[in-house]
């Protein structure tokens, strides 16, 4: 039985046995063969060379994680990309995503990083509304089949195709998209459709990926999101 937002508390993790239970958690989460876990390993190094690690915990138990690792871009500009975020599926729909989110901005804020990266699934319509609306990421490129196919029963059996958030940790709010802004839409049974009808969902996904990158190419970037009954959208203007 999950518990509720309030009975769950975010800790930065740095010991192996945390870092055990992250690794156990991409097993349940996403069901990924052993090749494809990310071990511990690897997260011991993130916390040790300016990434970090993040829990969210339901007493002792950890239902939910994150992790980013340190970045430069041309012109030695620091960053965090936000590799992996997960959450148990009894513990879905009590904001642990965008409070996990939120506390990767505070820390990152207190050691003068100004910005996260971080991929997402178009498809997830329920995340791009967590990245764009909630959180003011914007969005700018697209990469086809970014991670291969995936043995994870969520990922479909279809391209990995993924979107860039940027999230510019002090950036002042957006206005809401001009009503001439161009749209990008979903239906809003996309999850569905993938799980009963791959072939369907790739074109879907292979359609809006072409228009994404021919809207990126034009200098627009996703400045919003919307949701209906029927769809979820991505708003798409020029962005400086």
Known sequence: MAGSQASVEIRQLCHLDEFEHVVELQREIWGF???????????????????????????ARMVAFCFAIPGIKPGAFPYLHSHM????????????????????KEEALSRGIRLIEWTFDPLELKNAFLNIEKLGAIVRRYHPNLYGTTSSPLHGGIPTDRCYAEWWLDAPPRPKPAATAERIAYPVQIGDIRAADPER????????????????????????????ESEGVYLLEPYE
């Open 33 to 59: 063969a052993e090749l494809e876990l990310l071990p511990l390993r690897f997260l011991v190094v993130v916390s040790k060379v300016g990434g970090h690690v993040f829990g969210a915990y339901d007493g």
């Open 85 to 104: 975020l997960g959450v148990l599926p009894d513990y879905r729909n009590l904001a642990i995503g965008q409070r996990l989110k939120l506390r990767q």
């Open 201 to 228: 969902a790739r074109e879907i996904q292979a359609e809006n990926a072409a228009r994404f990158q021919d809207a990126f190419s034009r200098g627009l970037a996703v400045t919003g999101f919307e949701r209906s």
